[in-house]
């Protein structure tokens, strides 16, 4: 499919679809929370019961989901640069600029918020209640320096999913390179070799660079010719499957974590390429509803957490910690539903107050810069195109 046929038949229903997509993987990040950081009582169940448990649980794979918005990130920003062929002091300024006042207001707003809740939720239920990574969250100290550090994206203890936006942030300032070289065909593979090696390189994911393969892989979705083949739709749906329960597969095995996470990565990107060169049109995706989910995504992500913390310590104060623990079936679903529903009604609000406001004010200052080419005014002059992790309908980064 060529770029002028992208352009003028299914641009908009593709954005449209990636902004539901990016919708529905915030959600099962929100759920797989709800499910995952309360120690919740062992509950005895049949070999079935088991099956299905794990069938259910498994389908909220919350770091495949993560790993599905670096691709979409990597894919969309590719498209939104696709009129800029140098990268001149101008345009990567004004790209920037467009992606520090994208990312960095509601980040702000977040970790604030994240703050107020750890500190209430420490002083008010016994954090031992939380698995380890969390517990240790809450139990952080609050000072300056790290107040300071999170409002940079440095240290995400306050709001755990604030590690995913640091790595966006790390690869904001990369992206630019990156797609240089996914765009020259004989360093594209080398590019891709090294990136991989990464990606299977045992570090803490709070170094980030394990996840380039991501971001790279995504950025050459808009590059790569058409094939027929690939365009079967058995082939999405098998990568969906292999998205979400590769680990329930492979859970026996010992596999080391950076292997599941490159199957996830190669999975990501087969669903997202299927979306962009099939050009068919899914019904659910394309539902204003789904696409609204989409388009608060970013607000769902960065606040999910603390809402959950905060609607969990008011049932216990309700109903009482132990009956909550002992029956978690109906406990998840209780908060699962009450998160979501209190979740988007905020992140209703810091959309329209916080969210457009500011980045308009980015695209703003990005359009004053002087171009120094036709093409990059150009860029800089269109309405940018949603990033996946980080933007709402109108926003490029």
């Given at each position: 499919m060529s770029d002028h046929l992208f352009e003028a038949r299914s641009e908009r229903s593709y954005l449209g679809q990636l902004t539901s997509?990016?919708?529905i993987a915030?959600?099962?990040v929100l759920v797989g929370h709800v499910i995952q950081v309360i120690r919740y009582d062992p509950v005895p169940r049949s070999p079935w019961g088991r099956a299905v448990h794990d069938i259910v649980t498994y389908a909220f794979n919350a770091q495949a989901a993560v790993l599905l918005f670096f691709v979409l990130s990597g894919c969309v920003l590719s498209l939104s640069l696709r009129r800029v062929e140098r990268f001149d002091w101008s345009a990567l300024t004004g790209f920037y600029i467009k992606r520090v006042f994208r990312i960095c207001p509601l980040l702000w707003v977040s970790v604030l918020f994240a703050i107020v809740v750890t500190v209430r939720v420490r002083s008010s239920m016994d954090i031992g209640v939380f698995v380890d990574w969390l517990a240790r969250n809450l139990g952080s100290p609050v000072s300056v320096?790290?107040?300071?550090l999170a409002l940079v994206g440095a240290y995400t203890r306050y709001n755990g999913p604030m590690w995913s936006l640091r790595v966006e942030l790390i690869f904001s300032v990369l992206f630019p390179f990156i797609l240089i070289a996914m765009r020259h065909v004989r360093i594209r593979p080398?590019?891709?070799a090294g990136f991989l090696v990464l990606a299977l390189v045992p570090m803490p994911s709070e170094i980030g660079l394990n996840f380039g393969l991501a971001f790279a892989v995504g950025a050459l979705i808009p590059m790569l010719p058409r094939v027929d083949w690939a365009a079967a739709p058995a082939i999405p749906v098998m990568a969906v499957v292999v998205l979400l329960y590769d680990r329930l597969a492979?859970?026996?095995h010992a596999v080391p974590e950076q292997i599941y996470d490159v199957i996830e990565t190669l999975a990501a990107f087969v669903i997202v390429r299927d979306l962009y060169a099939s050009g068919r049109s899914s019904t659910v995706?394309?539902?204003r509803a789904a696409v609204w989910v989409g388009e608060l995504s970013y607000s769902v992500y960065l606040l999910h957490l603390p809402i959950l913390l905060v609607l969990f310590d008011l049932m216990q104060h309700q109903v009482g910690l132990?009956?909550?623990l002992a029956d978690p079936d109906v406990t998840q679903l209780m908060l699962a539903l009450l998160t979501i529903a209190v979740?988007?009604?905020?992140s209703s609000v810091t959309y329209r107050l916080v969210e457009l406001p500011l980045h308009n004010v980015g695209r703003a200052l990005a359009r004053r810069l002087p171009a120094s080419d036709g093409r990059a005014a150009a860029w800089r002059g269109t309405v940018g195109l949603a990033t996946p992790l980080t933007a709402g309908r109108e926003g490029e980064g």
């Open positions: 997509l990016r919708g915030c959600l099962v320096p790290h107040v300071g080398w590019a891709l492979l859970g026996g995706l394309n539902h132990r009956p909550l979740t988007l009604a905020v």
